[in-house]
């Protein structure tokens, strides 16, 4: 069983389209975070969400923490083709001190 | 970025071998970790150390064993690789275990057992 659940699996868009990827679990964690990561390297953070409700903008990246921390959103405006990767949200449940990766997004934005 | 390192970055070995793969790095962090990577499952923790010669277990331990004999180096051993253990493994550090700390992963290790 995965403790976080990650949707869509695939997603392919054409660029300049708006995209929301979504993590859920029925596990409660103290903190979210969403790295990306492109073929052959390792994830990169982009952003860690702490407070139920919390929203965080990154350019064109919109994060957001749901009220009962057990899911969260990624909102990508005007998608352009360097979007392009996969998407992982990982968390903190509560109480643990190991991170636990989602399943993951995979991204393409077609030119 | 952060300076970590891993090797070999490509490693094709029989079934029944044993494997070994480095992870090092130069930003003297406590934390280090190894994670494996499969379609459909994510990155998965296998195994991590919160400082030398301290380790712990991960998700999916079984048939993998760790050793840090230096703050700067956390080896991975399989001792009789399996076709299961086929995968992109990760290596990450971390200054603080705190639920808000970054991990910084990297550039991974494909394995293939034959």
């Known amino acids: 069983t995965q403790l976080l659940e990650q949707s869509p699996q695939f997603l392919s868009i054409q660029e300049g389209e708006n995209l929301t990827v979504y993590c859920n679990s029925s596990s409660v964690f103290s903190s979210l975070q969403w790295y990306r990561q492109e073929p052959g390297e390792g994830p990169v953070l982009l952003v860690t969400?702490?407070?139920?409700?919390e929203v965080k903008k990154l350019k064109r990246l919109t994060f957001q923490f749901g009220d009962a921390r057990k899911d969260s959103s990624l909102h990508i405006t005007a998608a352009q083709p360097g979007d392009t990767g996969l998407y992982l949200c990982?968390?903190?449940?509560?109480?643990?001190?190991?991170?636990?990766f989602g399943t993951g997004t995979r991204l393409t934005v077609i030119p | 970025d952060a300076g970590i390192t891993q090797s070999p970055r490509h490693k094709v070995t029989e079934t029944g071998t044993p494997v070994t793969l480095r992870c090092h790095q130069t930003?003297?962090?406590?934390?280090m970790y190894w994670y494996r990577q499969d379609p459909g499952h994510g990155l998965r923790l296998i195994h991590y150390?919160?400082?030398?010669?301290?380790?712990d277990k991960g998700e999916v331990s079984d048939g993998y064993s760790v050793s840090r004999s230096k703050t700067e180096d956390f080896l991975l051993t399989l001792e009789s690789a399996t076709s299961s253990q086929t995968s992109v493994y990760f290596c990450?550090?971390?200054?603080?275990?705190?639920?808000?700390?970054?991990?910084?992963f990297g550039p991974g290790t494909r394995l293939t057992v034959t």
């Open positions: 990982a968390g903190y449940e509560t109480g643990a001190n190991n991170l636990f």
């Open positions: 969400v702490v407070t139920g409700g």
């Open positions: 990450a550090i971390s200054a603080s275990n705190l639920p808000h700390s970054e991990q910084y």
């Open positions: 150390s919160y400082g030398v010669k301290d380790t």
């Open positions: 930003e003297n962090h406590r934390y």
